[in-house]
Each structure stands twice: as structure tokens, then as C-alpha cells.
């Protein structure tokens, strides 16, 4: 999948140095495993689908247009399967006791959610039919990294709630990093978890 880290760095050079020390040797809980982490300068699988810039550079700045673009897919991508996820807790605990939760080797369920928690409110726009086991989902809403999340600060945690997301735009907006010599960058990473 396409993550995409946000760092406050000093240039597209700096950013894309930070994206790629995430991956080597992190092995800290709250650091997602990005085992396989290809930034698009090494020619991620993704390098071919985004503008030049990524390939040449590795990092935009995070309050350009290509930046928004990519920010805003990163949100509505984790709202999405945030939702899935969601939607499929609920039915769980609609359809089960407690005691076939705890002791079944898999509860499945399925579902047709749709995304209250994004930029998208439109219950048409995210009709999806999705299956998946109970337990799992609830592992997965609960991480601070994994499949679920596409977006990523700078220490590798991900941007987990609508509050966290606006927090961040709105820091990108101001440029209120601190700092007087450095910006918000984006840097799109092709991760296999």
C-alpha cells in the first residue's frame, strides 16, 4: 500500500532522509513494521503513478497542490477502512455473545458500511460489501500502525482520528513548525505489511 509520511524538514531532501530512517532497524512498539518500506526515489512499485517530483526528489512540500492531493487520498483511504473495520465490530457485537467472541477460533462478519468519519459523507459514495473476523478488526482500530492507516507522522505513528487529522492540516496551513527554516513535506512510501 501507499502511506504517506509527513515530516518537518529543512527540504524535499531532508524530508525523504527522515521517511527513510523510519525503516531501518525501527523495531520500537509504536512504530508501524516497515519491513519492506521503498521510498519512490529507490522506484517503489508506485513511482510510476505519481508526479515527477517523488522520483526525482522523493518529497513534496505537504502545502502544494500535489501535496494536498495526496494528504487528503491518505485521509479518505484510512476514514474508509477505519469504517470497514467499524462496521464490522458492530455486527459482531450485534450477532454474537460474548462468549463466542472470546472463545471462537474466527467470527466473521459481513457488512456493507459506509463512511461516517470522513471528508465524504455521502452513505452512497462508500457502500462496499466487506468480511472480516471480529477480533481482528478490533486488533486493527486499536494499533497505532498497520493496513489501516495511510497517513504517518514524522516518528512513524499514524494519524488515527478526524481531531489529529485536522490538527495536522491546520499546522500545514499556518506552517507552524517552530522553526523558521523548516516546512511540512509529504513523502509517499510503498509499504508491504
Do not use: C
Not at 497542490?65 to 457485537?93: C, P
Request: net charge negative; aromatic share 12%.
Amino acid at each position: 500500500m501507499l502511506i504517506r509520511v509527513v515530516s518537518e524538514a529543512y527540504d524535499a531532501e531532508d524530508a525523504t532522509g527522515i521517511a527513510h530512517g523510519l525503516f531501518e532497524g525501527v523495531d520500537a512498539p509504536l512504530y508501524p513494521t516497515f519491513d519492506y518500506g521503498t521510498l519512490m526515489t529507490d522506484g517503489g512499485r508506485w513511482s510510476e503513478s505519481l508526479p515527477d517530483i517523488f522520483r526525482e526528489e522523493g518529497s513534496a512540500r505537504a502545502d502544494s497542490e500535489i501535496g494536498n492531493d495526496l494528504l487528503k487520498g491518505a485521509w479518505v483511504s484510512t476514514t474508509r477502512e477505519l469504517a470497514r473495520r467499524m462496521a464490522v465490530i458492530r455486527k459482531g457485537f450485534e450477532e454474537y455473545t460474548d462468549k463466542e467472541l472470546l472463545e471462537s477460533p474466527r467470527i466473521e462478519a459481513d457488512v456493507e458500511p459506509w463512511n461516517p468519519l470522513g471528508p465524504t459523507r455521502s452513505e452512497e459514495e462508500f457502500i462496499d460489501s466487506y468480511s472480516t473476523d471480529v477480533r481482528y478488526a478490533m486488533y486493527s482500530v486499536g494499533e497505532y500502525a498497520g493496513p489501516v492507516y495511510y497517513l504517518y507522522n514524522e516518528y512513524g505513528t499514524a494519524i488515527r482520528s478526524q481531531a489529529e487529522y485536522e490538527q495536522l492540516l491546520d499546522e500545514i496551513a499556518t506552517d507552524d513548525t517552530g522553526n523558521d527554516e523548516s516546512s511540512f513535506y509529504l513523502t509517499p512510501v510503498d509499504v508491504h505489511y
